[in-house]
């Protein structure tokens, strides 16, 4: 492989491994925040459960469903007026946040329902049977028993967001992957492309591993 491309872009590889990092980052625990919410939401108000109500619960799904079928590139571009408004820009990777972190709210949302729905309901019945309130059962029991599938639910979550923030380079969102589609495919060097590649594979590599190690340690069972 000819390095000659990869030492003239050497700068430019470390802002856009810096851009990439703060995408993922920020998304991450903007869809954490957001998504745990509705997540939790969803799961409460369903049939049986401590907030339950049906109509709620099936207009919200059917949202979150409807979100996560949405293709991630067309949701950049209808978010652009949004995306203007609110970081003024629809350029760069603080742009490119705004439709990170909404496409992956509805996503972490759908994986900490199902995260809560493996609880065992007899330990959510018990902790009624003691008199809990509904912020100790949502704290103390349902997010405690669940924490280390929601770790790993974490893992997948910023694997997903590190995916869409390659695909963010499409409308100029930055980071590596705008990095290999203007050097590596407008400008036709493959070189500069296979290093992408590599780059964003150690990521996942690495933040895979680091959700399994502490998804392992949270493990009660």
Same mark, same amino acid.
């Given at each position: 492989?000819?390095?000659?491309?990869?030492?003239? =872009?050497?700068? &430019?590889?470390?802002?856009?491994?810096?851009?990439?990092?703060?995408?993922? $980052?920020?998304?991450s625990l903007i869809s954490v925040?957001?998504?745990?919410?509705?997540?939790?939401?969803?799961?409460?108000?369903?049939?049986?459960?401590?907030?339950?109500?049906?109509?709620?619960?099936?207009? *919200? $799904?059917?949202?979150?469903?409807? *979100?996560?079928?949405?293709?991630? !590139?067309?949701?950049?571009?209808?978010?652009?007026? !949004?995306?203007?408004?609110?970081?003024?820009? $629809?350029?760069?990777?603080? %742009?490119?946040?705004?439709?990170?972190?909404?496409?992956?709210?509805?996503?972490?949302?759908?994986?900490?329902?199902?995260?809560?729905?493996? !609880?065992?309901?007899?330990?959510?019945?018990?902790?009624?049977? @003691?008199?809990?309130?509904?912020?100790?059962?949502?704290?103390?029991?349902?997010? $405690?028993? %669940?924490?280390?599938?929601?770790?790993?639910?974490?893992?997948? =979550? *910023?694997? %997903?967001?590190?995916?869409?923030?390659?695909?963010?380079? =499409?409308?100029?969102?930055?980071?590596?992957? &705008?990095?290999?589609?203007?050097?590596?495919?407008?400008?036709?060097?493959? &070189?500069? @492309?296979?290093?992408?590649?590599?780059?964003?594979?150690? @990521?996942?590599?690495?933040?895979?591993?680091?959700?399994?190690?502490?998804?392992?340690?949270?493990?009660?069972?």
């Amino acid at each position: 492989m000819n390095f000659e491309n990869i030492i003239k =872009l050497k700068s &430019d590889f470390y802002q856009a491994i810096g851009e990439t990092l703060m995408m993922v $980052s920020v998304s991450s625990l903007i869809s954490v925040i957001l998504g745990g919410l509705l997540g939790v939401w969803l799961y409460t108000s369903g049939r049986g459960q401590i907030f339950e109500n049906a109509l709620m619960n099936r207009v *919200m $799904s059917s949202l979150v469903s409807f *979100m996560r079928s949405f293709p991630f !590139v067309i949701l950049m571009i209808v978010l652009m007026p !949004v995306t203007r408004l609110i970081v003024g820009t $629809s350029f760069g990777w603080g %742009a490119a946040c705004v439709a990170l972190s909404t496409a992956g709210s509805f996503y972490f949302a759908r994986l900490v329902e199902q995260n809560l729905k493996e !609880v065992p309901r007899g330990v959510v019945e018990a902790a009624q049977a @003691m008199g809990a309130s509904p912020k100790t059962i949502i704290f103390n029991v349902l997010l $405690s028993e %669940a924490r280390s599938g929601l770790v790993l639910s974490i893992t997948i =979550l *910023m694997i %997903a967001l590190l995916g869409e923030s390659a695909a963010a380079g =499409l409308i100029g969102g930055g980071g590596i992957g &705008d990095l290999g589609i203007r050097y590596g495919h407008q400008r036709y060097m493959p &070189d500069v @492309m296979a290093v992408v590649v590599v780059i964003l594979t150690v @990521m996942v590599v690495v933040i895979q591993t680091i959700g399994n190690t502490l998804s392992a340690k949270l493990n009660k069972r």
